[in-house]
């Protein structure tokens, strides 16, 4: 959920540039919510001193959020333009979705935005045309290197040239802010091309049907299947509508050229078992995507069958374990192979260990590291790093902290001078919603307990005009003994209203109030829990 500010000028005056405008994905611990966004209050409040929202790469923790907060920032979009073209694809899926005047400057390209000179300085990454930022000020050269890793080789995209980084270093760099997600693994990964022989191999060895899942903007993964599937006489197949999404976009770009052109979905049907190879969303588990409904046999067009082969070329995310597991498990069951990056190298990552980072610094020599996108060990890991690389400060953040990097007096050292507010908001349906909204307390708890509806009707002398009428959802028929809840409930709703003094009948209130208590307290005496209850009085 990558979000980013860079201010220049004094309290009164200054001026911002946001870098990136990601979304998370939302766990079981907020259900029914897809999506989580970072909170723009803050930037709402200072709108009109926004010069320019920059992003760099199309990935979702850094683009996603655009079509939902663009509008309340309301500012120029800078980007690049496989990146924009992505972005302008997605907008254009969502109905309704607001106009987002884009900036498309060339990679390798520079422009002026506000106070800032911004230069796109291309970086290897797992989605084509991925950048770092330098960021040219009066106080100086600032590095934003956004997600990057090193790969002479990476078949589609960026590569992350030495020369160019050697040279900002030359020039002198203030500060570099910097991906730390691999800052707990040594060495330096592998390149794209390895993973491409690889799956060269296991398709070479396959006797039936192949399906790859990887995730969808992974253009280089997708080509290095398609060039393995080729160098087996096999056709390839797109199963998903991200997967089509990025690869239209990728064509229009030219990044598939010399490729053949992939067959439909529907060719899968009728192309020999030992002539295709499937390549398919829903690498974490996503109960939606192509994978998981082919795992429960319920995808229209596409089946699997025993001795075929599944791929998983992908890292599963913390949190999706169980998800992908599940779906392993299940294809295992039916007969059909798993390979996965437990057993074959047919992965690699998009970010930096740390022998990149070493090569980093080397290159950079910044005075300042500020260790960012990764969980508090990963930053703490890249901040020993940094130290260890002879760096003079490292400041440490969490969200929301406002550090001075640079100030016209120069007795000034970096450190944290504000703490701006920060949270999240949830995409719930079509509508965003605070984090501390009620309703997802409260789908919590029906999650757990369940709900009873109680309606009465009472006379205005406070007698029952007839029968209560009692709903249960998501509570057990019976209790241990036997006895069916729906009783025990209404039960305690007539010996309650027995027990109410006349004057406490009359008032709907007092009756709603006092069953409330009864029905839960009855509940909770033969169950154990006490689910929310909802009592409604009509009086006739
Ligand atoms: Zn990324
Ligand atoms: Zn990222």
Not at 178 to 193: I, M
Not at 452 to 473: F, Q
């Amino acid at each position: 959920m990558n979000l980013g500010i860079y201010g220049f000028g004094p309290v009164n005056r200054r001026q911002w540039l946001v870098v990136d405008l990601g979304v998370s994905f939302a766990g079981p611990d907020v259900p029914g919510v897809d999506l989580i966004m970072p909170d723009v209050r803050f930037l709402e409040k200072q709108r009109e001193n926004i010069v320019g929202l920059v992003l760099t790469h199309g990935h979702e923790d850094h683009v996603g959020a655009l079509v939902d907060l663009w509008p309340r920032l309301g500012c120029p979009v800078y980007t690049t333009p496989f990146t924009a073209a992505l972005a302008e694809a997605r907008r254009l899926g969502e109905p309704g979705a607001p106009k987002i005047p884009f900036h498309v400057v060339p990679s390798g390209g520079r422009v002026t935005i506000g106070p800032f000179d911004v230069e796109f300085v291309p970086v290897a990454h797992s989605i084509p045309d991925s950048h770092a930022l330098a960021l040219r000020t009066p106080l100086g050269l600032f590095v934003h290197t956004g997600d990057w890793k090193i790969d002479p080789t990476p078949v589609v995209g960026n590569v992350t040239d030495p020369a160019r980084f050697t040279a900002l270093g030359e020039e002198g760099v203030r500060a570099i802010i910097c991906d730390s997600t691999n800052a707990t693994r040594d060495g330096v990964s592998p390149s794209e091309v390895d993973v491409g022989a690889v799956l060269t191999e296991i398709i070479r060895n396959a006797r039936n049907r192949v399906a790859v899942t990887t995730f969808a903007s992974n253009v280089a993964r997708i080509r290095s299947v398609a060039e393995a599937a080729h160098a087996n006489g096999r056709e390839v197949v797109l199963v998903g509508r991200a997967m089509e999404r990025v690869i239209t976009v990728a064509r229009e770009q030219g990044l598939l050229n010399g490729l053949p052109a992939f067959r439909s979905v529907e060719a899968y049907g009728y192309l020999p078992r030992d002539k295709v190879v499937a390549i398919l969303t829903g690498s974490q588990g996503e109960p939606r995507a192509a994978l998981a409904r082919i795992a429960d046999d319920d995808h229209p067009e596409i089946a699997l069958s025993p001795g075929d082969t599944v791929i998983f070329s992908s890292r599963t995310i913390p949190g999706n374990e169980r998800a992908v597991n599940r779906i392993i498990n299940a294809l295992i069951l039916d007969g059909v192979e798993v390979v996965t990056d437990r057993n074959a190298l047919i992965h690699v990552s998009g970010h930096p260990r740390r022998g990149e980072m070493e090569q980093m610094y080397g290159w950079l020599r910044p005075e300042i590291s500020v260790p960012v996108h990764g969980e508090p060990l990963h930053l703490s890991e890249h901040a020993d790093l940094a130290r260890r690389m002879g760096v003079k400060h490292v400041v440490r953040l969490v969200d929301g902290d406002l550090v001075r990097l640079a100030s016209s007096d120069a007795s000034l050292g970096p450190e944290v001078v504000d703490e701006l507010p920060v949270g999240r908001l949830l995409k719930d349906g079509h509508v965003l919603i605070d984090s501390a909204d009620r309703a997802i307390q409260e789908r919590r708890r029906l999650s757990v307990s369940g709900i009873i509806s109680v309606a009465v009707a009472m006379t205005a002398k406070g007698e029952l005009a007839g029968d209560p009428v009692i709903d249960l959802s998501g509570l057990p028929e019976f209790d241990s003994r036997g006895k069916e809840i729906g009783e025990v409930i209404e039960v305690a709703v007539l010996d309650c209203l027995d027990g109410l003094p006349k004057p406490r009948r009359r008032d709907p209130d007092a009756v709603s109030e006092s069953l409330t208590r009864a029905v839960r307290g009855a509940v909770n005496a033969v169950w154990g829990k006490k689910p929310l209850c909802h009592v409604l009085v009509i009086t006739v």
